[in-house]
């Protein structure tokens, strides 16, 4: 199983582009998240998908949007990219069974806006 | 209080050191906690839940005090693979998102 992947690796765009990170999980997991991590301020959710069908916001949602596209896939896209979404993307997928909340996390997308 | 706070460090310690890290949580009605680690410019794994009052894992131990509300992180005869960054994670009421402190950055030495 590779688990949870995310493409690409690192990205560049300038202000204004747009792009959709990819995020897909092997794990048969209910349960899909996207965060940012930026320099002195931790891990910080913007958006989450609790099932398939179902996506709701985190606590950066601004400026981004998401979507499940099946059970396996999670997108995230940036409309109009800003330097302040510069940061370390990670995508998380946890699994259904009750009482497990752990969430596992891909590599991570690095991106860059100029 | 911030949701999820730990000290930032570095803890710099020697090889077979023992060294503890606490993390506290403002919400008393958490039920679940995790330690994970992250490596530089890595993703975050995970290194243990925390379910009770406390589990071990070999050289690992967490323990949780719901009546102080921290959670606490040991480790034994430090090896210099445990070098990395260290986050406190509480699972949010409803059950569905984790709020992630910030880190505590160990630093082991030969």
């Known amino acids: 199983n590779a688990g949870v992947t995310q493409t690409p690796k690192f990205q560049v765009l300038k202000t204004g582009q747009s792009m959709t990170l990819q995020c897909a999980q092997d794990?048969?997991?209910?349960?899909m998240y996207w965060y940012r991590q930026d320099p002195g301020m931790g891990l910080r959710l913007i958006y989450y998908?609790?099932?398939?069908?179902?996506?709701d916001k985190g606590e950066v949602p601004n400026g981004y949007n998401v979507s499940r596209l099946n059970k396996r896939e999670f997108s995230l896209r940036l409309e109009s990219a800003a330097p302040s979404q510069t940061s370390v993307y990670f995508c998380?997928?946890?699994?259904?069974?009750?009482?497990?909340?752990?969430?596992?996390f891909g590599p991570g997308t690095r991106l860059t806006v100029t | 209080r911030k949701e999820v706070e730990q000290d930032p460090g570095p803890f710099n310690v020697p090889e077979g050191a023992t060294v503890a890290f606490n993390c506290t949580y403002s919400?008393?009605?958490?039920?679940?906690f995790f330690w994970y680690r992250q490596d530089c410019r890595k993703e975050p794994k995970l290194l243990m839940s925390?379910?009770?009052s406390g589990n071990e894992d070999g050289r690992f131990t967490a323990q949780l005090n719901r009546a102080s509300q921290y959670i606490s992180l040991l480790i034994r005869d430090s090896k210099l693979s445990d070098s990395a960054t260290y986050l406190c994670?509480?699972?949010?009421?409803?059950?569905?998102?984790?709020?992630f402190g910030k880190g505590t950055m160990l630093l082991v030495s030969p």
């Open positions: 998908s609790a099932s398939e069908g179902t996506t």
């Open positions: 998380a997928s946890r699994p259904r069974t009750s009482g497990a909340y752990e969430q596992y």
């Open positions: 794990m048969n997991h209910n349960s």
């Open positions: 919400n008393s009605a958490s039920q679940s």
């Open positions: 994670v509480v699972l949010n009421s409803g059950y569905s998102t984790l709020t």
């Open positions: 925390v379910y009770s």
